[in-house]
């Protein structure tokens, strides 16, 4: 359930999207950049865990 404050926050975000003033292509890079990221950090932490069971 989402609380007030994020259904405001989740309103101005459409509305800005709406006006033009979000590049959702650089948005788009970014969150696959994120992806990216966390694949790496979660194959570090695997390797960190095997090599501590070693």
């Known amino acids: 359930m989402e609380s007030q404050e994020q259904d405001s926050r989740n309103m101005n975000y459409q509305r800005l999207i709406s006006a033009g003033k979000?590049?959702?292509?650089q948005e788009h890079k970014s969150r696959?950049?994120?992806k990216d990221v966390q694949r790496v950090l979660?194959?570090?932490k695997s390797n960190l865990i095997h090599l501590q069971n070693i």
């Open 32 to 34: 696959e950049l994120l």
């Open 22 to 25: 979000i590049n959702e292509d």
């Open 42 to 44: 979660k194959t570090i």
